[in-house]
């Protein structure tokens, strides 16, 4: 794991799981599309079993976290929040967190920017987040994060010189 000595304006947070086959061509795609910006990379590699991680060219501004095993998308976003930037505290981890990170920041005072991105097809390998029962189980996590936020102390410590 390589570390920055100051932080960049913008961190890529990369979930993987056995993406030896693709890794190479997001990280490349990755560079030119961010070629203009100081960034960081953070690859989280959620346990694979594959040489995704060998496959991980070093760079300077490149960051690996490994995980021992298999422990799901959540987990690896959170993760690489926490190595990226201050809003991390905002958030609660739970499994289905990664749904609900743009709620939880706003609701935390944070302001929200998008940056359009361009999708492609995968050209190798296949996804590991199946249809399943995501959509019960992403409409119960949404009641709970509403219940949440509802919940969310509101404060501010009273300077003494006031």
């Given at each position: 794991m390589?570390?920055q000595?100051?932080s960049?304006a913008?961190s890529?947070?990369?979930p993987?799981?056995?993406e030896?086959?693709s890794?190479?061509i997001l990280?490349?795609?990755?560079r030119?599309?961010?070629k203009?910006l100081?960034y960081?990379t ?7 079993i594959?040489?995704t ?13 490994r995980?021992?095993?298999n422990t799901?998308?959540?987990a690896a ?10 809003c991390?505290?905002?958030l ?7 749904r609900f990170i743009?709620a939880?920041v706003k ?9 359009p991105?361009n999708?492609r ?5 296949q996804?590991?987040?199946g249809?399943g029962?995501?959509?019960f189980r992403a409409t119960v996590?949404?009641f709970?994060?509403?219940w949440?936020?509802?919940r ?6 009273r300077?003494?010189?006031?």
């Open positions: 390589t570390q000595s100051s960049p913008v890529v947070v990369v993987l799981f056995n030896e086959e890794i190479g990280q490349s795609e990755l030119a599309a961010l203009d100081d960081e953070i690859f989280v590699d959620d346990g694979s594959d040489r991680v060998e496959r991980i060219e070093p760079k300077t501004n490149v960051r690996i976290i995980f021992e095993k799901g998308q959540s976003i959170y993760a690489g929040l926490k190595a990226a930037r201050e991390v505290s905002a609660i981890p739970f499994k289905g967190m990664h743009p939880l609701g935390a005072g944070y302001r929200l920017v998008e940056i991105v999708h097809p995968r050209r190798f390998g996804s590991k987040y249809l029962n995501r959509a996590d949404m709970g994060v509403r949440l936020l509802s969310r102390l509101d404060h501010k410590i300077e003494e010189n006031e």
